[in-house]
Structure formats: structure tokens, C-alpha cells
Nanobody
Framework: QVQLKESGGGLVQPGGSLRLSCVAS????????MAWFRHVPGSEREFVAA????????YYGDPVKGRFTISRDRAASTLYLQMNSLKPEDTAVYYC??????????????????WGQGTQVTVSS
């Protein structure tokens, strides 16, 4: 059973930065691709970023390209999302997820098997 726990959310002004963390069960990164999704009530979960288990290739949703960076620390079993130049429209609950996904399905939330509890990010002045 994979366990995921996010942290690092909070209130930040537009243009500011935050770094989200997701601590995973040991060995998760070698077996599963990892991703960040975000959710605003009344809408579908939106793909933010992903990193493949094998090779570590990274992928980003169009709204965050050039501003967000996904990374992982295998030794610490921790996934990160560095968020820069934050905008009010980035406000959402952010979730990390793990799954055995192929590249063509990386952006589909229903392809991921394990989810954290989420962390709230609010971008407001």
C-alpha cells in the first residue's frame, strides 16, 4: 500500500513562490510515476505536472509551464513542486498521486491509483 502525504500549502501573494512536498512510502518512486494535480470545487481535477518512474522525464500542464518545476528526492522519498510567479488562478487544493501510467495517459487523473489528502494553496493579495 502506497501512502502519500502533502505539505507546504498556504496563502501567498500574486507573484510569490511556494514549494509543495509529498512524502511517499519507501520504494514508491522506483515503481510508480508521480504527478501533481489540483482541484477547484465544481471542476475536474486538473493535471499540473508529472515525472516518470523510469528515466525521470517531466511533463507540465500548459497553464504552469515555465513557472512550476516538479522534482523528486529518492533518498528522502519526497516529491516536490516548486511554484513560482504564482497567480490567483493557481488557487486550488493540490494533490500528489502515484500510478503505473504510460506517457499518453500521464495527464488523466483516473489513471493514478494512490492519492494524498491534498494541501490548500491560496494566491491572493
Amino acid at each position: 500500500q502506497v501512502q502519500l502525504k502533502e505539505s507546504g500549502g498556504g496563502l501567498v501573494q500574486p507573484g510569490g513562490s511556494l514549494r509543495l512536498s509529498c512524502v511517499a512510502s519507501e520504494g514508491t518512486f522506483s515503481r510508480y510515476s508521480m504527478a501533481w494535480f489540483r482541484h477547484v470545487p465544481g471542476s475536474e481535477r486538473e493535471f499540473v505536472a508529472a515525472i516518470k518512474a523510469s528515466g525521470g522525464s517531466t511533463y507540465y500542464g500548459d497553464p504552469v509551464k515555465g513557472r512550476f518545476t516538479i522534482s523528486r528526492d529518492r533518498a528522502a522519498s519526497t516529491l516536490y513542486l516548486q511554484m513560482n510567479s504564482l497567480k490567483p488562478e493557481d488557487t486550488a487544493v493540490y494533490y500528489c498521486a502515484a500510478g503505473r501510467v504510460i506517457t499518453s495517459t500521464l495527464t488523466s487523473h483516473n489513471r493514478y491509483d494512490y492519492w494524498g489528502q491534498g494541501t490548500q494553496v491560496t494566491v491572493s493579495s
